[in-house]
């Protein structure tokens, strides 16, 4: 108080002495000074903000309170320095509480299972009135079982790129499987920002990496947008080795059967890794741009990493696939084959680590980080010229398909 009123004191004399001289004008403008410095330290304080940059180039404050304000301005996406050691203290590092005494590890064998399921979409998009699950989610995306200590923490980690509509059906369809499977889970759709083009490997590295910041997660599930799980006895758990969660899909039809895969060694999809596990294979090659290419580089990562991917039985990961378009920014990658048959040079030299502590460190930067209702949202931003630079040398010779 008396610091305040000594302050006030002064800045009365100061001005007294401003008017005196006749200097009104800049007594004017000093003061207007300081209302503003005030007012905008006022707005930061009650704020208590994340900020956040929409894919409309609108900037959106999420206050605490959960209600959003929105800013338009225009949004360029210039690929610019940063890393996650900028981002380390914005990442709250929250754990949902529980009362750990009193409550069983949740069965091995979740008892509210169905087995197949059959899916509608529409009733997937007209379920946010009617839909328990739902009403269950912690912002964010979050869930954890009230009743039962979760056998598993899952950060689900969603790469895309102007999917909003699959992302909106994938995201209530998870929640209502995910919590009959009793996991504790976190949803992270990650998107990365135009011009470049799409890098799903990209995008999977720097999720696992900001959900480790943001969660205390035992496994992480790299999933695609438009894959809708259709055995609820898929559980979304990690094992003793990497798991491909996908045994056949509507989109690969074989012969009599409904749910194929387009060859034995596709490890697409639906993966999921623990930490360890995606540590050791060091995480997807960051080089493959536009589409195709780094899924069956990850699965050369595994193998040289002593590991093997294993699947579920044949029956439980069938997957419904959304049908879609090609992507205008995500046409298929001429190059690919080239630069698959480099993997195995690639794999130590960039990765995860790529974003860690590697001489080859890749720059990126994180333009938005917003927990939305269903899902954590965020955009990153990269520059392609400067990563195919970067490992120039490690791209494989052109390769005549
Ligand atoms: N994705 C987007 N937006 C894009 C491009 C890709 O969201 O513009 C994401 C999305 O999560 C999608 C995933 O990347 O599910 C895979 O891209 P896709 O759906 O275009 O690929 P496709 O349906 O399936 O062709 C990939 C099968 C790979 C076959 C084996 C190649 N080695
Ligand atoms: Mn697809």
């Not at 209502?176 to 135009?194: D, G, H, K, P």
């Not at 029956?315 to 090609?326: S, W």
């Not at 980080?369 to 931003?381: D, H, N, P, S, V």
Request: with cysteine.
């Amino acid at each position: 108080m008396e610091l305040a009123y000594s302050w006030t004191m002064e800045i009365v004399s100061c001005s007294k002495y401003l008017c005196s001289s006749k200097s009104l004008p800049i007594a004017f403008l000093i003061l207007t000074c300081i209302a503003v410095s005030i007012y905008s330290m006022v707005l930061w304080r009650s704020a208590n903000v994340d900020h956040s940059v929409n894919t409309h180039g609108n900037l959106s404050l999420l206050l605490k309170s959960g209600e959003k304000r929105f800013y338009n301005f225009s949004h360029t996406v210039s690929p610019v320095n940063s890393s996650l050691d900028d981002m380390a203290d914005l990442v709250p590092r929250k754990k949902i509480n529980r009362n750990k005494i009193s409550l069983e590890p949740c069965p091995i064998a979740p008892p509210g299972l169905v087995g197949k399921l059959t899916i509608n979409v529409q009733n997937i998009i007209k379920s946010v009135t009617n839909d328990d699950s739902l009403k269950r989610v912690v912002y964010g995306g979050r869930y954890s079982p009230e009743d039962c200590i979760p056998r598993e923490r899952t950060a689900v980690i969603i790469p895309y790129r102007d999917r909003e509509d699959h992302l909106d059906i994938l995201t209530r369809h998870l929640h209502n499987i995910l919590q009959r499977q009793q996991l504790e889970y976190q949803i992270f759709a990650i998107e990365m920002a135009l011009p470049t083009q799409f890098n799903r490997g990209i995008l999977a590295n720097i999720g696992v990496l900001i959900a480790k910041e943001t969660g205390d997660f035992s496994c992480f599930i790299i999933h695609d947008v438009d894959a809708l799980m259709m055995n609820d006895k898929n559980l979304y758990r990690c094992g003793s080795q990497p798991r491909h969660l996908v045994t056949g899909s509507t989109k690969y039809r074989s012969g009599n059967n409904e749910y194929g895969l387009p060859y034995d060694s596709y490890m697409s999809g639906v993966i999921a890794l623990t930490d360890s596990q995606y540590t050791k294979a060091n995480g997807f090659s960051n080089v493959y741009f536009g589409w195709g290419g780094e899924d069956d580089d990850f699965n050369i990562r595994v193998q040289r990493a002593n590991m093997k991917f294993e699947r579920p039985e044949k029956d439980i990961g069938i997957y419904l696939a959304i049908p879609h378009d090609t992507d205008s920014t995500n046409q298929k990658n001429p190059a690919r084959f080239g630069i698959l048959d480099a993997a195995a040079g690639r794999q130590w030299i960039e990765g995860v680590n790529s974003f860690i502590n590697n001489q080859l460190k890749i720059k990126y930067k994180r333009y938005a980080l917003e927990y939305r209702k269903y899902y954590t949202w965020l955009l990153i931003g990269i520059n392609e010229a400067a990563i195919n630079k970067q490992y120039e040398k490690y791209l494989g010779e052109p390769f005549a398909a």
